[in-house]
């Protein structure tokens, strides 16, 4: 018979992947501990969507997934679908909408989804304990196999727990003032298991030099094409006091490494050809003739920065030759971030445990029987606009249909 200090599962985590985890073990009859070292379940949940919550993108595949496996997470994500998590958000009569590109939000507060979370798992029997830390970090864990009894032994502040599936959901180190740490690594590594090189993603990258020169342009957004080694997003890009965000910044973030060059095209809708033909008879200058199609603060610090010389000229006076090289420029425009700004304003994590270390069904680790990996602390990093939310969910599933 269970004590209160036995227990089927303990899952390490109380955010979006160990909650569903938490809620699928507990339906199928599991006896389920989650451990949060925070004073409260959820923080990212509630932070997410400005508070309202992105919490899945109806056009989720893995195609919208960065890993070294590309393919590992394809069997969670079809066997949980966006379909399947709106039926929970359905059945909880939490309305909902889609604001662009697949993205879905409540219409009132991220907290909903945490209400929902809590309502679901108050009906498998889970039980909840916050401000629960090791005593030790991961030596207070420990496992044990006797004659074939085998079980994770965990020393907290709280007590000691032992179980016999153990699940990490820590996250990754991104947005720390959350909470968050690379503490779900140091186990895997206790374990034996390999860990991805980690970086910031989905994050505001930084500029130095010439380019601080942004920082006149702080709060300007522009409708942009960005590209790095080959992937490219078309969102706003929004200049700040530090550099470069908005959707298409933080979603190439992912893709960039220090030293790439990211292409910016800021008016992909403009054809150059067709507004040349239109101003060359005009005596408007360059400038404003720009400032018709693309922000004014914009147009007059580009061009101070690259078109000097004729920006205040007549146009019907710019010669082709001097229109087609702005035109070329405003349209493949190459810059250099000098960086990120990294963890602390990172929505998300690059890398982690390396996938080939899991199975893609179930989440466990082939190295060790009964220790599972979910959610952000895996390879698995999705896109901006609630794929990262789906993989929690889709992931947090695979591992609580097996313990």
């Not at 569903?20 to 599991?30: H, Q, S, Y």
């Not at 907290?111 to 498998?124: D, G, N």
Request: net charge neutral; hydrophobic share 40%.
């Amino acid at each position: 018979m269970m004590t209160s200090t036995e227990w089927d599962v303990i899952i390490l985590g109380g955010g979006a992947a160990g909650l569903m985890c938490a809620i699928e073990a507990g339906k199928r009859g599991r006896s389920v501990l989650v451990l949060e070292h925070a004073k409260a379940i959820g923080k990212k949940i509630l932070i997410a969507g400005g508070g309202r919550c992105n919490f899945t993108n109806i056009h989720a595949s893995h195609a919208h997934f960065i890993s070294r496996n590309p393919h590992f997470c394809k069997s969670a994500l079809a066997r949980f679908t966006p379909k399947d998590f709106v039926s929970l958000v359905e059945k909880h009569g939490i309305a909902y909408h889609e604001k662009k590109l697949g993205q879905l939000f409540c219409n009132e507060s991220s907290r909903q989804i945490t209400e929902m979370l809590e309502r679901e798992w108050t009906y498998a029997g889970v039980e909840i304990r916050v401000n629960c830390s090791l005593e030790n970090g991961v030596q207070s864990i420990t496992h044990n196999d006797v004659h074939g009894d085998e079980h994770f032994k965990l020393c907290t502040n709280q007590g000691v727990f032992t179980c016999t599936a153990l699940v990490i959901a820590t996250g990754g180190p991104s947005i720390p003032k959350m909470g968050s740490t690379g503490f779900g690594y140091d186990i895997a590594r206790k374990f034996g298991l390999k860990i991805i090189p980690t970086k910031p993603a989905l994050v505001p990258l930084t500029t130095d030099g010439s380019l601080r020169r942004f920082e006149a342009l702080s709060g300007v957004s522009v409708d942009s094409i960005v590209e790095c080694n080959g992937i490219s997003f078309r969102e706003n890009l929004l200049f700040t006091h530090r550099g470069l965000s908005g959707p298409a910044v933080l979603q190439i973030s992912s893709y960039w490494e220090p030293q790439d060059v990211i292409t910016i095209n800021t008016a992909p809708n403009l054809d150059f050809e067709h507004f040349f033909s239109k101003y060359r008879s005009s005596k408007t200058t360059l400038s404003n003739a720009l400032s018709t199609v693309l922000p004014k603060r914009f147009v007059e610090e580009f061009c101070r920065m690259y078109a000097s010389t004729v920006a205040q000229k007549p146009f019907n006076t710019i010669s082709q030759q001097e229109y087609v090289k702005i035109a070329e420029l405003l349209q493949s425009w190459g810059i250099t971030p000098s960086g990120t700004e990294g963890y602390a304003k990172a929505e998300v994590t690059v890398g982690g445990v390396d996938t080939n270390e899991l199975s893609s069904k179930t989440m466990e680790s082939k190295k060790q029987r009964g220790l599972y990996f979910i959610g952000e602390v895996v390879d698995v990093t999705g896109w901006l606009g609630g794929y990262n939310f789906q993989w929690a969910w889709a992931s947090g599933v695979a591992a609580g249909q097996a313990l």
